[in-house]
């Protein structure tokens, strides 16, 4: 499976933003998908995170939890992270991940088997 992440960019504070995950491969082994993300500095933390086949979202970040909405086509083999009032402290390299466990730790890195490469969100005041 591989993944490729896109969307980022420069904004303002209270911006909206949406990222784009596209996987390809052997998709049908996935189970979920998430959004993880790493600022300057800083440890990788969770986002979010959703079941890849019925899109049954799990739970968000307390700190975007409101803000952010994730959400997946699976006919595009997609996944969405669509990010609203953004605030500085956004600003991250923003990672997709995939994974064919069935395992509990959805918001646990080491249950991610596949990564893509990060996509780039500055937020500016």
């Known amino acids: 499976v591989q993944l490729q992440a896109s969307g980022g960019g420069l904004v303002q504070a209270g911006d909206s933003l949406r990222l784009s995950c596209a996987a390809s491969g052997r998709t049908f082994n996935i189970y979920r998908m998430a959004w993880f993300r790493q600022a300057p500095g800083k440890e990788r933390e969770f986002v979010t995170a959703i079941t890849w086949s019925d899109g049954i979202v799990y739970s968000y970040a307390t700190y975007v939890k409101g803000r952010f909405t994730i959400s997946r086509d699976n006919a595009s083999n997609t996944m969405y992270l669509q990010m609203n009032s953004l605030k500085l402290e956004d600003t991250a390299v923003h990672y997709c991940?995939?994974?064919?466990?069935?395992?509990?730790?959805?918001?646990?890195?080491?249950?991610?088997?596949?990564w893509g490469q990060g996509t780039l969100v500055t937020v500016s005041s």
């Open positions: 991940a995939g994974t064919t466990s069935y395992g509990p730790g959805y918001d646990q890195r080491a249950l991610y088997n596949y």
